[in-house]
Nanobody, 120 residues
């Protein structure tokens, strides 16, 4: 099993920035991709971004240009840099881990989530 622990959430004003971090532990040999989902109040969880071990990334169109996903020097670390935050970005952000194969990301491990609140 893979355990994921997120950090870096908090309260920020609109237009501000936050960087989320996630560390994977356990059976990390079984994963070759990590990413982020989010769930806003009253809405379904949605993919934010994914990144493979080889650096291939995938972003939801609405977040391109504002959010950047990256891997740390250690394979089991992933970051999400969020700039120009908007109140509609308020959500619980979940770190995910899984596989990237034939251009498709499949995530099957989830962290507990970290709250991001953007005030107007």
């Amino acid at each position: 099993q893979v355990q994921l622990v997120e950090s870096g959430g908090g309260l920020v004003q609109a237009g501000g920035s936050l960087r989320l971090s996630c560390a994977a532990s356990g059976s990390t040999f079984s994963i070759n991709a990590m990413g982020w989902y989010r769930q806003a109040p009253g809405k379904q969880r949605e993919l934010v971004a994914g990144i493979s071990d080889g650096g291939i990334t995938n972003y939801v169109d609405s977040m391109k240009g504002r959010f950047t996903i990256s891997r740390g020097n250690a394979k089991n670390i992933v970051y999400l840099q969020m700039n120009n935050l908007k109140p509609e970005d308020t959500a619980v952000y979940y770190c995910v881990a899984g596989a990237h194969a034939r251009g498709i990301f499949t995530f099957n491990s989830w962290g507990q989530g970290t709250q991001v609140t953007v005030s107007s």
